[in-house]
T-cell receptor, first 113, second 114 residues
Framework: GENVEQHPSTLSVQEGDSAVIKCTYS??????FPWYKQELGKRPQLIID?????GEKKDQRIAVTLNKTAKHFSLHITETQPEDSAVYFC????????????FGSGTRLQVQP | DGGITQSPKYLFRKEGQNVTLSCEQN?????MYWYRQDPGQGLRLIYY???????QKGDIAEGYSVSREKKESFPLTVTSAQKNPTAFYLC?????????????FGQGTRLTVV
C-alpha cells in the first residue's frame, strides 16, 4: 500500500521567513496530494491540493510543488505569520484500489514573532 | 449548515466496554472514513466505505467495527479487543466517483479509557 514520509517533524521560523515541508510517497499510481492544517484539538482543514497532471500550484502565500518522477511534493509558505503556527499534514491518494488518503506523520510549525 | 458531525466530543470508556462513536454527514458524499490520531502522530486509517452497505479495513482495523446502513451515517464501534483505544478519532467524507476530491473532517471525538 501507499506510504507517505514527511519531514521535518518540527520547524521553527521567524515571522516573515519562509517555511518548507517535504513529503515523499511510494505508490506511483497516486494522483492527488492535499495538504491539511490542524490547530490544537481541532479538525484538519484543507489549505491546498495538487493533482498529478500539475507541477505547481499557488494560492497567495502558499504553494505546493510536485515531482512525479521522484515521487515527492513540498509545501512552501512565504512571509510566515504567527497564525500559521499549527501542525501540517501531507497526504496522497490513488484513483484505483484503496481510494483513501494516506497521511504523513505531520510537521509542527512554530512561527516566532 | 452543511457538514460532517461527530458525537460525542469527549467519551470515556471503562476497561472491557464497547463504545460507539457517531459520524453523520449531510454533504451527500458517497465515501466516508475513520482515522485515529495519537499525540504527535499522523492520521491512521481504521475503516473506510466507498458506498452504502460496503466497507473496507484500513491499516489498523483490529479491535474496531463499522457499519454503513445509510449514506449519511458511518458509526465506529471501539470494542474491548482494542487494547489501547485512548486517542483522537476523526471521521471524514468525500464525494464519490473521483479520487481527487477534498476530504472534509468532523470535529473529532476524544476517547479516553478510565
Amino acid at each position: 500500500g501507499e506510504n507517505v514520509e514527511q519531514h521535518p517533524s518540527t520547524l521553527s521560523v521567524q515571522e516573515g521567513d519562509s517555511a518548507v515541508i517535504k513529503c515523499t510517497y511510494s505508490d506511483s499510481a497516486s494522483n492527488y496530494f492535499p495538504w491539511y492544517k490542524q490547530e490544537l484539538g481541532k479538525r484538519p482543514q484543507l489549505i491546498i491540493d495538487i493533482r498529478s497532471n500539475v507541477g505547481e500550484k499557488k494560492d497567495q502565500r502558499i504553494a505546493v510543488t510536485l515531482n512525479k518522477t521522484a515521487k515527492h511534493f513540498s509545501l512552501h509558505i512565504t512571509e510566515t505569520q504567527p497564525e500559521d503556527s499549527a501542525v501540517y499534514f501531507c497526504a496522497a491518494r490513488g484513483h484505483t484500489g484503496r481510494r483513501a488518503l494516506t497521511f504523513g506523520s505531520g510537521t509542527r510549525l512554530q512561527v516566532q514573532p | 449548515d452543511g457538514g460532517i458531525t461527530q458525537s460525542p466530543k469527549y467519551l470515556f470508556r471503562k476497561e472491557g466496554q464497547n463504545v460507539t462513536l457517531s459520524c453523520e454527514q449531510n454533504l451527500n458524499h458517497d465515501a466516508m472514513y475513520w482515522y485515529r490520531q495519537d499525540p504527535g502522530q499522523g492520521l491512521r486509517l481504521i475503516y473506510y466505505s466507498q458506498i452504502v452497505n460496503d466497507f473496507q479495513k484500513g491499516d489498523i482495523a483490529e479491535g474496531y467495527s463499522v457499519s454503513r446502513e445509510k449514506k449519511e451515517s458511518f458509526p465506529l464501534t471501539v470494542t474491548s479487543a482494542q487494547k489501547n483505544p485512548t486517542a483522537f478519532y476523526l471521521c471524514a467524507s468525500t464525494a464519490g466517483g473521483q479520487a481527487n476530491t477534498e476530504a472534509f473532517f468532523g470535529q473529532g471525538t476524544r476517547l479516553t479509557v478510565v
